[in-house]
Nanobody, 124 residues
């Protein structure tokens, strides 16, 4: 019923910026909350950012707070992640996810639909 597709990943030097996009399609009633997660090799999934489709309640993980900005474009049906002041430790596969509930949730197990992910590599 829902499909998510990430794009915009790539290679960037430390201190640089990248913007990721997540294109959403399908049942809009299941797209109330959207989030970005990331996973580096050997690590567990880490919460990055949260937003409601209404645009309210921006929420960020501690490791990216002040550097990343989440937003949504209702016309394009995308959720974007602006990543600034990138560090090598930001290197990971970045995933977007969505759920019907509107509460702020950082646990990946509570998200119903996921994209395939996009690789972000930050070099020194």
């Amino acid at each position: 019923q829902v499909q998510l597709a990430e794009s915009g990943g790539g290679l960037v030097q430390a201190g640089g910026s990248l913007t990721l996009s997540c294109a959403a399609s399908g049942d809009p009633t299941r797209l109330n909350s959207l989030a970005w997660f990331r996973q580096a090799p050997g690590n567990e999934q880490e919460f990055v950012a949260f937003i409601r489709w209404t645009g309210t309640s921006h929420y960020y993980g501690d490791s990216v707070k002040g550097r990343f900005i989440i937003s949504r474009d209702t016309a394009k049906r995308t959720v974007d992640l602006q990543m600034n002041s990138l560090k090598p430790e930001d290197t990971a596969v970045y995933y977007c996810a969505t759920r019907r509930g509107i509460t702020i949730v950082t646990d990946p197990s509570r998200y119903e639909y996921w994209g395939q992910g996009t690789q972000v590599t930050v070099s020194s």
